[in-house]
């Protein structure tokens, strides 16, 4: 070896090596915006202002279903909400959306053969059509899967179609498991009906036993015959299963006198604040402002749109003045047809620049970090914050995330970024009665907020 | 310079790096235990177990202050529970602990100079005399700290203290913001008696606002009187503060009955599964099988119990033979002297050799990671490990970390460890009727019990 190749070898790989270690040193002693994010925590913390926006909004409104007139004043809460915190052009951007009433009855019971009686919790799916008034009565079909509905053949014809595969509990993340199911409640009474089947009963989207039904959206298609779809407690589902084995030709009566009522006007509420160098920079943050019809939507998305208030003002308490302008969107109607998101993606918005969009749509629950959709480029810009989120365990910065509500963007080319939060309690509250403020933690809540003021905050300085 | 300078410099450069790059892939290529690792995963969340035990202990038993018959039924509780799973060498290992017991009077009443009466929620501290029957009726002195009780001289004769010094919200980890307090309860009584004190009424230490009082051991040292010490509820410590604003001569009453009776025969439970190899070698893990007589010791630390025992049923029921022994040790008396975890350091064990030990005592929370007490040489044999704990987050092996019931076995050079779970909802529980069962969620429960599970399993298996 010559001493010349020597040498070379040395400086390719030992000065490399030393530059490397000096830049971490540099990088140790600059840390920007390490003081600015002790303060953000510290405000937060202090002053849990984001449980009270919660408290506020799950009491005086309750639940607000997309339509109704509680999710009216739902976005005049917002508007008022955004203006007393003294956020910049706050206003309203309007769209039209569904509305669709439960009704009154909703009535789920197992007739055995002896002409027994027992009732079991049910709930109408969003978007179903109602039954008969006199309800429908028919021996139920149990399936795990569609593959096995259609392998059934003709066996579902008049049949409930009782769709009864668990969410699988051995997923740590529950959105995974969550994933792995809900197809049954969302088209679920499409596959039956194409089978001849009457009703689509569907299994609870949750890990937990208990007996809250547990809605959410069902889609029909115009081409196949509409049926009524409702879903069914967890304890409900095992009973029936229980029951099935011993008198399979039971019956099932189930009662719905929901109805879709036309389209109505609505509005995302948005406030912000501008900024001080380059104002027509946005990045977006966001939740969605409607709710099921059960509950508070307390977690789903109450804590989204207090979360997204709560790190403005944050950052605006604190008298931070970032160059971008920080825009938050209470988009309306996630549950139902994502008319707001695709509302606010399609405005003509001239001058205007979108830099992220950050959602948050997982619950009130303590935050571990964001999820960064787009390319690699976008993601390691925004990976090296994480030092910031590190002080409150928030600082997994993951490769992969949006939120339904902000996905229109994220086709026009905006990098979409998901707040992510601990998962386990979620589908224990998600879309039932049991999503109500007392299941909410002021601490947790408050930092995620604390999470998006810190995250959103640094992009709107530095940009991605 | 040299060629064989150059040389030399070569190979202590370069090589290092070649050969750490080589181990890093071989460590990525192989990665050790993951299989294992998934398989408890899968089968802890698909079971729950934990929670069946922790609900068990909870409804069945529940609050078993050091002491009590209910802590001798748990002591019974914990053997018939492992002898029930099939764990080896199920046995009591016998210890005298002290025996304290509430009494059925706490009173606590805010009467102001007009006359009128306010009732407060006070409960004893733990350890505390009691009151004459007829109660301690005194003027009240607030302060924020020892230092300002000492600088009011004369002030506090005849007094009422009443330390009101908050947890900190602005920590994130509240365990710090409880480490900042906690001294007013604990030697709250001593400080106050030593100016002249008659009674310590000490703020709970929770950051919530709430009406429950929470408990907790106090002190008194043999040259100070001794006085009766009680916590009054967060609401009751606010109230009696804006009251002394404008009412500053108003009196407190303060009725309690409790009394400190002979020391008992208690015992630390104790299984394991010996090890296939080198069954001499220990790992310990643990909790602490008594709580406070409040609420039912869900969190503290019947979590803690309900962790190790399924940590070890998950081990067991996956045939896994680890080559060291795991040895589950219900600990008695955390919360009034650590006896039992003093008596199981003391014993002597003839040919055992300790590896380490864990402790869960944080509560049955969402799991991040383990603390490493002892050296960073261990701490690093520890810290690749991570990997196994990153698939339910809680891959955060940090330095610093033990337990008070391992803490004597620390003292002796054995290797402690804590599970770190979130800390946030921990002190909401506490000492104080809130500490129940449906307080707890089944798969943070479970999710604890699998960290510690993997990580006592990779232990066993590889030593330290």
Same mark, same amino acid.
């Not at 948005?270 to 160098?277: D, N, Y």
């Not at 008319?339 to 620049?353: L, V």
């Not at 902000?406 to 992510?420: A, D, N, P, Y």
């Given at each position: 070896?010559?001493?010349?190749?020597?040498?070379?070898?040395?400086?390719?790989?030992?000065?490399?090596?030393?530059?490397?270690?000096?830049?971490?040193?540099?990088?140790?002693?600059?840390?920007?915006?390490?003081?600015?994010?002790?303060?953000?925590?510290?405000?937060?913390?202090?002053?849990?202002?984001?449980?009270?926006?919660?408290?506020?909004?799950?009491?005086?409104?309750?639940?607000?279903?997309?339509?109704?007139?509680?999710?009216?004043?739902?976005?005049?809460?917002?508007?008022?909400?955004?203006?007393?915190?003294?956020?910049?052009?706050?206003?309203?951007?309007?769209?039209?959306?569904?509305?669709?009433?439960?009704?009154?009855?909703?009535?789920?019971?197992?007739?055995?053969?002896?002409?027994?009686?027992?009732?079991?919790? @049910?709930?109408? &799916?969003? =978007?179903?059509?109602?039954?008969? !008034?006199?309800?429908? #009565?028919?021996?139920? /079909?149990?399936?795990?899967?569609?593959?096995?509905?259609?392998?059934?053949?003709?066996?579902?014809?008049?049949?409930?179609?009782?769709?009864?595969?668990?969410?699988?509990?051995?997923?740590?993340?529950?959105?995974?498991?969550?994933?792995?199911?809900?197809?049954?409640?969302?088209?679920?009474?499409?596959?039956?009906?194409?089978?001849?089947?009457?009703?689509?009963?569907?299994?609870?989207?949750?890990?937990?036993?208990?007996?809250?039904?547990?809605?959410?959206?069902?889609?029909?298609?115009?081409?196949?015959?509409?049926?009524?779809?409702?879903?069914?407690?967890?304890?409900?589902?095992?009973?029936?299963?229980?029951?099935?084995?011993?008198?399979?030709?039971?019956?099932?009566?189930?009662?719905?006198?929901?109805?879709?009522?036309?389209?109505?006007?609505?509005?995302?509420? @948005?406030?912000? &604040?501008? =900024?001080?160098?380059?104002?027509? !920079?946005?990045?977006? #943050?966001?939740?969605? /402002?409607?709710?099921?019809?059960?509950?508070?939507?307390?977690?789903?998305?109450?804590?989204?749109?207090?979360?997204?208030?709560?790190?403005?003002?944050?950052?605006?308490?604190?008298?931070?003045?970032?160059?971008?302008?920080?825009?938050?969107?209470?988009?309306?109607?996630?549950?139902?047809?994502?008319?707001?998101?695709?509302?606010?993606?399609?405005?003509?918005?001239?001058?205007?620049?979108?830099?992220?969009?950050?959602?948050?749509?997982?619950?009130?629950?303590?935050?571990?970090?964001?999820?960064?959709?787009?390319?690699?480029?976008?993601?390691?810009?925004?990976?090296?914050?994480?030092?910031?989120?590190?002080?409150?365990?928030?600082?997994?910065?993951?490769?992969?995330?949006?939120?339904?509500?902000?996905?229109?963007?994220?086709?026009?080319?905006?990098?979409?970024?998901?707040?992510?939060?601990?998962?386990?309690?979620?589908?224990?509250?998600?879309?039932?009665?049991?999503?109500?403020?007392?299941?909410?933690?002021?601490?947790?809540?408050?930092?995620?907020?604390?999470?998006?003021?810190?995250?959103?905050?640094?992009?709107?300085?530095?940009?991605?």
């Amino acid at each position: 070896m010559k001493f010349q190749t020597v040498l070379i070898l040395v400086l390719l790989f030992i000065l490399p090596q030393y530059i490397s270690i000096s830049q971490k040193k540099d990088a140790n002693a600059s840390r920007p915006y390490e003081e600015v994010a002790k303060q953000i925590i510290s405000e937060g913390l202090k002053s849990c202002n984001s449980y009270s926006l919660l408290k506020d909004l799950s009491l005086n409104i309750g639940p607000r279903l997309v339509g109704s007139p509680s999710a009216q004043k739902a976005v005049e809460w917002g508007m008022k909400t955004m203006k007393d915190l003294g956020f910049q052009n706050v206003r309203l951007e309007s769209c039209m959306v569904p509305h669709w009433v439960r009704g009154q009855v909703e009535e789920g019971t197992i007739i055995l053969t002896s002409g027994s009686e027992l009732p079991i919790k @049910i709930c109408a &799916l969003g =978007g179903s059509i109602s039954t008969p !008034e006199d309800g429908i #009565i028919a021996e139920v /079909l149990q399936v795990k899967s569609f593959d096995e509905l259609k392998s059934l053949g003709e066996k579902a014809k008049g049949k409930i179609v009782f769709f009864n595969r668990p969410m699988d509990p051995t997923k740590y993340n529950t959105f995974e498991a969550y994933g792995g199911a809900v197809n049954q409640r969302s088209v679920g009474a499409i596959e039956a009906a194409k089978v001849g089947g009457v009703t689509a009963l569907v299994r609870s989207m949750t890990l937990r036993l208990d007996d809250v039904p547990h809605t959410g959206a069902m889609h029909y298609v115009d081409t196949i015959q509409k049926i009524p779809a409702a879903a069914v407690s967890t304890i409900g589902a095992n009973l029936l299963d229980s029951l099935l084995k011993i008198d399979p030709h039971l019956k099932v009566k189930v009662k719905l006198s929901c109805q879709t009522l036309p389209d109505v006007q609505s509005a995302n509420v @948005i406030g912000e &604040l501008v =900024g001080t160098e380059m104002p027509q !920079e946005i990045i977006v #943050i966001g939740g969605h /402002l409607d709710s099921w019809d059960k509950g508070q939507g307390a977690h789903d998305d109450g804590a989204g749109c207090a979360h997204s208030i709560e790190a403005l003002r944050l950052i605006k308490t604190l008298g931070l003045k970032p160059k971008r302008t920080i825009r938050v969107v209470l988009f309306m109607n996630e549950e139902f047809g994502l008319n707001g998101g695709i509302a606010y993606a399609k405005r003509e918005r001239p001058g205007e620049k979108h830099i992220c969009a950050i959602e948050t749509d997982a619950g009130g629950f303590i935050p571990r970090g964001f999820g960064v959709g787009g390319d690699s480029v976008k993601y390691q810009s925004l990976a090296r914050w994480s030092y910031l989120l590190d002080p409150i365990d928030a600082g997994r910065i993951t490769r992969g995330g949006g939120g339904a509500d902000i996905s229109e963007l994220g086709k026009l080319g905006v990098t979409t970024i998901g707040l992510r939060v601990d998962t386990q309690r979620y589908f224990d509250y998600h879309h039932s009665d049991n999503d109500t403020i007392d299941k909410v933690n002021e601490r947790e809540l408050e930092l995620g907020a604390i999470a998006i003021a810190i995250f959103s905050y640094v992009i709107a300085e530095e940009g991605i």
